[in-house]
């Protein structure tokens, strides 16, 4: 395997996210659409 070495400036912020679909589920959600966090926590 190589190594690659990346140089990231100092002031550089790396962010996230998630959509509420994503994390609390939506109105149309049928019993087999698991979120996101449902998955986490089964």
Known sequence: MSKVTVTIPEDFILGAAAS???????????????????????
Do not use: F, H, P, V
Not at 20 to 42: H, P
């Open 20 to 42: 509420a679909w994503q994390t609390e589920g939506w109105s149309g959600k049928r019993a087999w659409q698991d979120s996101y966090l449902d998955l986490w926590y089964k």
